[in-house]
């Protein structure tokens, strides 16, 4: 049997609307990894990495990502902001480099991911985009909750997001547009038979896209998680000079990173 104490507390919940954000919206608590096996570094997970993910490029971007592609095979990623400890932004962000933490409230999705320390906040108060926002690597997300079998639960999570700022790429040399006019939608889920293995259907909008992108991306949740800390700065051996990359060594020496690499530019230097 209830108490006036326990009857008095249900009464508040449901008058404030908790109790049935606590009933209605899933569970999606806990640690998140890529799928590792179907899902490596390349942004599509079913397709093999560089020209074997097939992405719908305009000839100017086209032409763009086949000089990364001989950019990397020379040893040097100009094109690669990460190398400089620049989130990898949305949609990169969703590969997953590192575990990810989710919290649903009513009010909003929060998404923390241990790689750049990025935090994604997909705001699901039905609010209207705003008329004035600030860029971000993340961008701005609002999202809706969809109960797609009539079960009294939510079980899907629309989420559109814009104001992505740059400089960004989707990893391996694929470019996106230099106006930064970026769209992302995601449906994101949980495995119908498996509530340990969750979806993300991610499309991407971009100009430098003759077409919307869309790819499917798998997290498996981890029941024993361990968090530890990502910070790109600490042990980061990448030194990029100008357009050029150059690594350094064990002793902090600068060192080239292909065969016959010229020095950088000394002309502020005095010689001796």
Known sequence: MLCRTS????????ATGTARAIETFPDWRGQWLRVDGGHGPQFDPSKPAARGQQVPLTA?????????????????????????????GMPRTMILYEPMEVIVTPQATYMAFSFMNDLRRIFTDGREWPADVAPSFVGYSIGKWIDTDGAGRY?????????????RSLGQGIPVHKDNMTVVKEKMYLD??????MHDEVTTIDNAFTRPWTVSMTYRHEHNPIWTEFFCAEGNNHVIIGQDTYFLSGDHQL??????????????????
């Open 192 to 197: 119908k038979g498996n509530p340990d293995i």
């Open 60 to 88: 100017e971007y086209q032409a763009i990502f086949e000089a990364n592609l001989k950019s990397r095979d020379a040893g040097t990623q100009p094109y690669n902001p990460q190398l400089g400890c620049l989130p990898p």
């Open 155 to 167: 079980d899907l999570l629309e989420v559109e997001t814009r104001h992505i700022k740059g400089p």
């Open 255 to 272: 060192m080239p990173t292909r065969k016959d690499q010229s020095p950088p530019d000394l002309r502020n230097f005095k010689g001796e």
């Open 7 to 14: 009857i008095a507390f249900i009464a508040t919940l449901m």
